[in-house]
C-alpha cells in the first residue's frame, strides 16, 4: 500500500510486514491475526447487511514494497519495470514535474543510476500501469478481496494511473465508467454519476489543461453519463 501500510499480502493469502523498516521484523502470527480480523469484520458486516468498500490504492506502493525493493536493485531484475524509470544525471531530474507533496516528483537510485517518479510522497513509488504483468497482479489483488465478501473500492489517485499519457488515462476511465454504469445498472442501484464524472474532469484539468488552447480537454466529454 501507499500510505505507510504494514502488511503485504502475498498472492497464497498469508501476509508479511515489508512497507516500513521497523514492522519488517513483526511476527507473521501477528499479521495472521489481522488478516483473521479483517475475515469476522466482513463476515459480520455481511450477517448485518452491511456492504463494505474498501480505499484503494493502484497507483502506487510504498517505497518498502517488496516490488520496489527487487525493481531498485538492477535494470535486469524480474520487477524492474513495475515503476517509472528514467535516465539522468544524478543532480538533474528527468524534467521539471514536481510531487503534489512538495519537491521534485523524482527519487534519485544509485543501485540502478536512475530516476524513479513519485507523484505524492517520496516513500509512494508510482507503478508503471503499462506493463502487463503489474496489472494482472493488481487485479488478482482486487479478486482477492472480492472473492472475500469486499462489496467494492474508492479507487484513490485514479486519475494519475497513467502519468504522462492522457489518452490512455481518458481511455481507461471511460471504460471504468462504463463498467460502473453496467453494475450498477444490474444491481438496480442509482450512481451519481454527476459527482463522480465531475471529480475526475476537475482532476484531469487541473493536470493536463493547456491553457493556450481551451480545446485540449474536450475529449473527456465521452467519460460523462448521461
Given at each position: 500500500?501507499?500510505?505507510?501500510?504494514?502488511?503485504?499480502?502475498?498472492?497464497?493469502?498469508?501476509?508479511?510486514?515489508?512497507?516500513?523498516?521497523?514492522?519488517?521484523?513483526?511476527?507473521?502470527?501477528?499479521?495472521?491475526?489481522?488478516?483473521?480480523?479483517?475475515?469476522?469484520?466482513?463476515?459480520?458486516?455481511?450477517?448485518?447487511?452491511?456492504?463494505?468498500?474498501?480505499?484503494?490504492?493502484?497507483?502506487?506502493?510504498?517505497?518498502?514494497?517488496?516490488?520496489?525493493?527487487?525493481?531498485?536493485?538492477?535494470?535486469?531484475?524480474?520487477?524492474?519495470?513495475?515503476?517509472?524509470?528514467?535516465?539522468?544525471?544524478?543532480?538533474?531530474?528527468?524534467?521539471?514535474?514536481?510531487?503534489?507533496?512538495?519537491?521534485?516528483?523524482?527519487?534519485?537510485?544509485?543501485?540502478?543510476?536512475?530516476?524513479?517518479?513519485?507523484?505524492?510522497?517520496?516513500?509512494?513509488?508510482?507503478?508503471?500501469?503499462?506493463?502487463?504483468?503489474?496489472?494482472?497482479?493488481?487485479?488478482?489483488m482486487v479478486n482477492y478481496w472480492?472473492?472475500?465478501?469486499?462489496?467494492?473500492?474508492?479507487?484513490?489517485?485514479?486519475?494519475?494511473?497513467?502519468?504522462?499519457?492522457?489518452?490512455?488515462?481518458?481511455?481507461?476511465?471511460?471504460?471504468?465508467?462504463?463498467?460502473?454504469?453496467?453494475?450498477?445498472?444490474?444491481?438496480?442501484?442509482?450512481?451519481?454519476?454527476?459527482?463522480?464524472?465531475?471529480?475526475?474532469?476537475?482532476?484531469?484539468?487541473?493536470?493536463?489543461?493547456?491553457?493556450?488552447?481551451?480545446?485540449?480537454?474536450?475529449?473527456?466529454?465521452?467519460?460523462?453519463?448521461?
Amino acid at each position: 500500500g501507499g500510505y505507510n501500510t504494514d502488511v503485504y499480502l502475498r498472492q497464497d493469502g498469508s501476509v508479511s510486514a515489508v512497507d516500513t523498516p521497523d514492522s519488517a521484523n513483526r511476527k507473521d502470527e501477528e499479521l495472521q491475526s489481522a488478516l483473521a480480523a479483517a475475515n469476522s469484520i466482513i463476515a459480520e458486516a455481511k450477517r448485518r447487511g452491511i456492504s463494505i468498500i474498501l480505499d484503494l490504492v493502484l497507483n502506487h506502493s510504498s517505497s518498502f514494497h517488496p516490488w520496489f525493493l527487487e525493481a531498485k536493485k538492477s535494470r535486469d531484475n524480474p520487477y524492474h519495470d513495475y515503476y517509472i524509470w528514467r535516465d539522468g544525471d544524478e543532480n538533474t531530474p528527468p524534467n521539471n514535474w514536481t510531487s503534489l507533496f512538495s519537491g521534485p516528483a523524482w527519487n534519485y537510485y544509485h543501485e540502478r543510476q536512475q530516476w524513479a517518479m513519485h507523484l505524492f510522497s517520496k516513500k509512494q513509488m508510482d507503478f508503471n500501469w503499462e506493463n502487463e504483468n503489474l496489472r494482472k497482479e493488481l487485479y488478482e489483488m482486487v479478486n482477492y478481496w472480492l472473492d472475500k465478501g469486499i462489496d467494492g473500492f474508492r479507487l484513490d489517485a485514479v486519475t494519475s494511473y497513467y502519468t504522462g499519457n492522457l489518452e490512455a488515462n481518458i481511455d481507461f476511465l471511460s471504460w471504468l465508467n462504463t463498467e460502473a454504469k453496467k453494475i450498477t445498472q444490474e444491481m438496480e442501484i442509482s450512481l451519481k454519476a454527476g459527482e463522480i464524472v465531475g471529480e475526475l474532469y476537475d482532476a484531469f484539468h487541473k493536470q493536463y489543461k493547456n491553457p493556450d488552447d481551451p480545446e485540449s480537454l474536450k475529449s473527456l466529454n465521452k467519460l460523462c453519463v448521461r
